[in-house]
């Protein structure tokens, strides 16, 4: 993470809906480019305001006049529903000016570099920038050349630190906690960035992380990684609080990593049976989008342990939570 000191000064951030004080914002003027640059206070600090984002975004009138005069440019070379629109509800209800800019519609499909397009973006005094690119570590180079705030919004097979945070949120809003409990996460581990950011984040909060898929998908040294990892879905799921499945990433896949889907869906697939060997209060988890029938079913993505339609409602009030401690909190005046 970068520090600039020429980024503005904060006030105190929102307090969360229990009243407590929240400590120090230690994350203003820095950028969010990966899970492994937190700290437990910086995570516990951004899900502690989310909550006060989260009573925001139930009122009548959702705006506030936090980030009125701050500019947020949205640049997104890579497909997303759920996260640039997110960000862009986030960046309104907060009062941001912002700006959305797609690789298709940019002059990246000119030949112009990362670099370049994001210099000329620069040029015209952008407050942050969130990024979502294929590339593993595009964001960190962003960070390292840019003046304005960096936020990951997925790079490659890297990190998605925004959605981890959403998913620890929608975790502990359920449970009230994180540490001890047993996360079982399960589906293509190799390609994805949630895995990794949300690996991180649950292992520094104390919970008890269970990873599973074919043995084809289980990236090497995660088994030396201090965590379970198995290809069995009865004993990843055997007393879980919460499963999170993950998406089969077949636009990442060169070659052929299991025989066929229908054969995916028998092995490893998250069925009516293997949640009930789950606590009964088990949260069904997925970042989405959803592939029916191949990660998981529709009675279970739609059935009363589905929380998945949730979590994309949190991710407004965390990424409104990034965005105002990033930027500094509300320099002049409260957040509420
Ligand atoms: N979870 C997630 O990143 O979804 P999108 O690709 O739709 O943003």
């Given at each position: 993470m970068n520090a600039d000191t020429t980024r503005p000064t904060p006030a105190a951030p929102a307090s969360p809906s229990d009243g407590s004080p929240i400590p120090a914002n230690r994350l203003r003027g820095k950028d969010l480019v990966g899970i492994a640059e937190l700290s437990v206070e910086e995570i516990t600090l951004i899900l502690d305001t989310a909550?006060?984002?989260?009573?925001?975004?139930?009122?009548?009138?959702?705006?506030?006049p936090a980030l009125r005069g701050k500019t947020v440019v949205n640049l997104f070379f890579e497909a997303s529903t759920r996260t640039r629109t997110s960000f862009e509800i986030a960046e309104k209800r907060l009062s941001a000016d912002t700006l959305n800019i797609a690789a298709s519609t940019s002059s990246v499909v000119k030949g112009e570099t990362l670099a370049d397009t994001v210099h000329n973006i620069e040029a015209m005094s952008p407050d942050l920038l969130v990024v979502r690119h294929s590339s593993s570590g595009s964001c960190h180079f962003l960070s390292r050349i840019c003046r304005a705030g960096v936020i990951n919004a997925g790079d490659g097979m890297h990190e998605h630190p925004t959605q981890a945070l959403l998913d620890a949120f929608t975790i502990r809003e359920r449970k009230g906690r994180l540490a001890g409990l047993k996360v079982a996460i399960c589906g293509d581990l190799l390609h994805s960035r949630v895995l990794r950011s949300n690996l991180l984040l649950l292992?520094?909060?104390?919970a008890d992380v269970w990873l599973c898929g074919p043995p084809t998908l289980i990236p090497a040294g995660f088994a030396q990684s201090g965590v379970h990892v198995t290809s069995s879905v009865d004993e990843a799921v055997e007393g879980a609080d919460a499963v999170m499945m993950l998406r089969i990433q077949l636009e990442r896949m060169l070659g052929g990593f299991f025989p066929s889907l229908r054969e995916y869906f028998n092995v490893f697939g998250m069925t009516q049976d293997r949640v009930r060997r789950?606590?009964?209060d088990v949260l069904i988890m997925h970042p989405g989008p959803m592939n029916r029938g191949v990660e998981i079913s529709s009675d279970v993505a739609d059935g009363p342990y589905s929380v998945i339609l949730d979590q994309v409602a949190n991710g407004v009030a965390v990424r409104m939570a990034i965005l105002y401690l990033l930027s500094g909190g509300a320099e002049h005046e409260a957040v509420a």
């Open positions: 909550l006060a984002m989260k009573e925001i975004s139930s009122r009548p009138i959702k705006k506030v292992t520094k909060m104390g789950a606590k009964p």
